[in-house]
Nanobody, 115 residues
Framework: QVRLVESGGGLVQPGGSLKLSCAASGSIINIYRMGWYRQAPGKQRELVAELRSGGSPTYADSVKARFTISRDNGKNTVYLQMSSLKPEDTAVYYC?????????WGQGTQVTVSS
């Protein structure tokens, strides 16, 4: 059983920053991809950032130069540092971890950017 626990969401003013965390626990072997998605009301879930083992991170055009994805291998944790936040970044953010034989999702954390 694998469990992903997200944290770090909340309400922030435009221009502010937040850091999301997603910690994986349980029998997880050979993580090869970690990613963050988001889903705004009335919109489809979209990929925000991903990090593949041995590769460079990739980002959606809308968040390039503002968001940074990183991982702590020792803790099986993936982070999303978000800066210069805009109202259009408001969404539920989900982490996704793919490992040998598994594709796991977090429960989602709300990020609201508003003054």
């Amino acid at each position: 059983q694998v469990r992903l626990v997200e944290s770090g969401g909340g309400l922030v003013q435009p221009g502010g920053s937040l850091k999301l965390s997603c910690a994986a626990s349980g029998s997880i072997i050979n993580i090869y991809r970690m990613g963050w998605y988001r889903q705004a009301p009335g919109k489809q879930r979209e990929l925000v950032a991903e990090l593949r083992s041995g590769g460079s991170p990739t980002y959606a055009d809308s968040v390039k130069a503002r968001f940074t994805i990183s991982r702590d291998n020792g803790k099986n944790t993936v982070y999303l540092q978000m800066s210069s936040l805009k109202p259009e970044d408001t969404a539920v953010y989900y982490c996704n971890i793919r490992s040998w034989g598994r594709d796991d999702w977090g429960q989602g954390t709300q990020v609201t950017v508003s003054s």
